[in-house]
């Protein structure tokens, strides 16, 4: 059945290309990541070889960029009645929500590919941590991972684009600000800190600043890789459900 | 070869399909006909394993369509109504990824690919994307993508809609070649079809089989002999016709 996940790897993969949608895709992050770690994150006037003002703000950007990715899963399915043409197929659900997301995480991929100029320019102006540089990129492209999944469940909810769009966002920024500094010490000055330790666990600016201090830690693995077959299960689901017609 | 036992959708309150049963064997074609809203769609749906029913079960080839989905699907040829494809894939890129999802590869995947785009003559279009297509070759390309596992049983809904005379020619008679291998099911508005192409014919009407028999049968069955007539007579009550479930 490896051969369905494939099939719909590649046609995935082919659209995104097929389209400008990569193509602009790559070459917004292209500009922006670099853009924001030398403007708003002052990269010359730290004074320090490491990518922290481009990981700092990458969440931020995937944020917008990757529900970009994910929003077309279903959703563009749905809305050119394509959808029935992949159901007819002997393809196991599991392969064709696999596929799809294994296509648009290669996008991320390729993405986060296009920043290591930066990784090299770091090592020509001093002595990075390299390791630490490495796990932080492992970090970066599993949190877009996760995005990629909650986007393509909130895809199977609609046929409109635009919505699955605004709903992935709106998902993903709740997942980033729940480990944002301020969220955090407003909630644990009002609210009882198992609370607060709960906010921070669920959220993935936490688990992934754990990879960019170059630590690969078990929890943060199980929370991206469970977040991500957790929301790959619910699309799914969604998608398995349309065969009911609406019962 | 095709099995429908008693199936029935609802959605809602609304009962599209309402204890629908046939079967079909190979070598068949079966001319599905009915007015809009009839329930052709919603059957046809539940046969390729799109929509699970509410009651009743289909089988292709003796595997159950929800059960033994993948088994029904991989003996399955299936045009959904209105053609869908992928606008940015060209025809040879859309009857390919059904092909590997179908597990084709190598020298068996150029093959298949190179007769099924043959058989629904899409000639130089089939390297043009989909999108920029007219919407006779789109369903050409869909056609090409619904054959070219050369499947046991096929099911087009409304395969000639949107073509020109010569286009609906020429689709009429590769589903005339392919008949003695397979068991078809096509559905239709275009009434003179029935007896150019089809071996038998059902008709039905808000979700319940009001004919099935020979389309010389069914002409029989209006005032004045036609299958036209027999089809106004059966949905509109035109003529007296008696439902023979």
């Given at each position: 059945m490896i051969h369905t996940l494939h099939a719909v790897y590649r046609r995935e993969l082919t659209a995104y290309f097929q389209t400008p949608l990569a193509y602009v895709f790559l070459a917004v992050f292209a500009i922006c990541a670099p853009a924001f770690a030398f403007h708003i994150g002052r990269f010359f006037d730290t004074n320090r070889a490491d990518l922290a003002p481009m990981f700092d703000y990458l969440p931020w950007l995937f944020v917008v960029l990757m529900p970009a990715l994910a929003m077309r899963a279903w959703a563009e399915e749905r809305d050119r009645g394509t959808l029935e043409f992949l159901m007819a197929l002997p393809i196991p659900l599991w392969a064709a929500t696999g596929g799809k997301f294994l296509a648009a995480w290669t996008v991320a991929g390729l993405a986060l590919a296009l920043t290591f100029p930066m990784w090299i320019a770091v090592n020509y102006l001093g002595a990075p941590d390299n390791a630490a540089i490495a796990t932080g990129y492992l970090g970066a492209w599993l949190m877009a991972g996760s995005y990629l999944a909650v986007g393509q469940a909130l895809s199977?909810?609609?046929?409109?684009q635009v919505v699955a769009f605004v709903l992935g966002t709106g998902a993903a920024f709740l997942l980033t600000m729940a480990g944002w500094p301020f969220v955090l010490s407003a909630l644990g000055e009002n609210a009882p800190a198992a609370l607060s330790e709960f906010v921070a666990r669920l959220s993935a600016l936490e688990h992934y600043n754990a990879f960019r201090y170059g630590v690969i830690g078990l929890s943060d693995l199980i929370y991206f890789v469970g977040l991500i077959l957790v929301s790959l299960t619910i699309a799914g689901v969604l998608i398995a459900e349309r065969r009911g017609g609406g019962r | 070869m095709l099995v429908a036992d008693q199936l029935i959708k609802d959605f809602g309150s609304f009962r599209?399909?309402?204890?629908v049963s046939f079967t079909l064997e190979r070598g068949e074609v079966l001319g599905f006909l009915g007015p809009n809203g009839a329930g052709k769609t919603t059957s046809m749906r539940m046969l390729a394993g799109g929509l699970e029913p509410d009651g009743g079960t289909a089988s292709i080839a003796g595997y159950d369509c929800m059960t033994q989905r993948l088994e029904a699907q991989s003996r399955l040829g299936y045009l959904p109504e209105g053609a869908p494809a992928y606008p940015a894939m060209t025809p040879r890129g859309f009857v390919i990824f059904g092909l590997r999802a179908r597990g084709f590869s190598g020298g068996a995947l150029m093959r298949a690919t190179g007769l099924a785009l043959e058989r629904a003559v899409l000639g130089e279009m089939a390297d043009q994307p989909i999108g920029t297509l007219s919407k006779g070759y789109k369903r050409r390309a869909a056609l090409a993508a619904a054959i070219a596992h050369d499947p046991a049983v096929l099911i087009l809904d409304e395969p000639t809609d949107g073509l020109d005379p010569n286009q609906k020619d020429g689709v009429r008679q590769l589903i005339r070649d392919m008949a003695p291998e397979k068991a078809i099911i096509i559905s239709t508005h275009?009434?003179?079809e029935v007896p150019a192409v089809c071996s038998r014919a059902i008709v039905i009407d808000k979700g319940r089989v009001l004919f099935d028999g020979t389309p010389h049968a069914l002409a029989a069955k209006g005032p004045d002999s036609t299958v036209e007539s027999a089809f106004r007579a059966l949905t509109q009550g035109v003529g007296g016709a008696e439902a023979v479930a």
């Amino acid at each position: 059945m490896i051969h369905t996940l494939h099939a719909v790897y590649r046609r995935e993969l082919t659209a995104y290309f097929q389209t400008p949608l990569a193509y602009v895709f790559l070459a917004v992050f292209a500009i922006c990541a670099p853009a924001f770690a030398f403007h708003i994150g002052r990269f010359f006037d730290t004074n320090r070889a490491d990518l922290a003002p481009m990981f700092d703000y990458l969440p931020w950007l995937f944020v917008v960029l990757m529900p970009a990715l994910a929003m077309r899963a279903w959703a563009e399915e749905r809305d050119r009645g394509t959808l029935e043409f992949l159901m007819a197929l002997p393809i196991p659900l599991w392969a064709a929500t696999g596929g799809k997301f294994l296509a648009a995480w290669t996008v991320a991929g390729l993405a986060l590919a296009l920043t290591f100029p930066m990784w090299i320019a770091v090592n020509y102006l001093g002595a990075p941590d390299n390791a630490a540089i490495a796990t932080g990129y492992l970090g970066a492209w599993l949190m877009a991972g996760s995005y990629l999944a909650v986007g393509q469940a909130l895809s199977a909810t609609t046929s409109n684009q635009v919505v699955a769009f605004v709903l992935g966002t709106g998902a993903a920024f709740l997942l980033t600000m729940a480990g944002w500094p301020f969220v955090l010490s407003a909630l644990g000055e009002n609210a009882p800190a198992a609370l607060s330790e709960f906010v921070a666990r669920l959220s993935a600016l936490e688990h992934y600043n754990a990879f960019r201090y170059g630590v690969i830690g078990l929890s943060d693995l199980i929370y991206f890789v469970g977040l991500i077959l957790v929301s790959l299960t619910i699309a799914g689901v969604l998608i398995a459900e349309r065969r009911g017609g609406g019962r | 070869m095709l099995v429908a036992d008693q199936l029935i959708k609802d959605f809602g309150s609304f009962r599209a399909v309402d204890g629908v049963s046939f079967t079909l064997e190979r070598g068949e074609v079966l001319g599905f006909l009915g007015p809009n809203g009839a329930g052709k769609t919603t059957s046809m749906r539940m046969l390729a394993g799109g929509l699970e029913p509410d009651g009743g079960t289909a089988s292709i080839a003796g595997y159950d369509c929800m059960t033994q989905r993948l088994e029904a699907q991989s003996r399955l040829g299936y045009l959904p109504e209105g053609a869908p494809a992928y606008p940015a894939m060209t025809p040879r890129g859309f009857v390919i990824f059904g092909l590997r999802a179908r597990g084709f590869s190598g020298g068996a995947l150029m093959r298949a690919t190179g007769l099924a785009l043959e058989r629904a003559v899409l000639g130089e279009m089939a390297d043009q994307p989909i999108g920029t297509l007219s919407k006779g070759y789109k369903r050409r390309a869909a056609l090409a993508a619904a054959i070219a596992h050369d499947p046991a049983v096929l099911i087009l809904d409304e395969p000639t809609d949107g073509l020109d005379p010569n286009q609906k020619d020429g689709v009429r008679q590769l589903i005339r070649d392919m008949a003695p291998e397979k068991a078809i099911i096509i559905s239709t508005h275009i009434l003179e079809e029935v007896p150019a192409v089809c071996s038998r014919a059902i008709v039905i009407d808000k979700g319940r089989v009001l004919f099935d028999g020979t389309p010389h049968a069914l002409a029989a069955k209006g005032p004045d002999s036609t299958v036209e007539s027999a089809f106004r007579a059966l949905t509109q009550g035109v003529g007296g016709a008696e439902a023979v479930a």
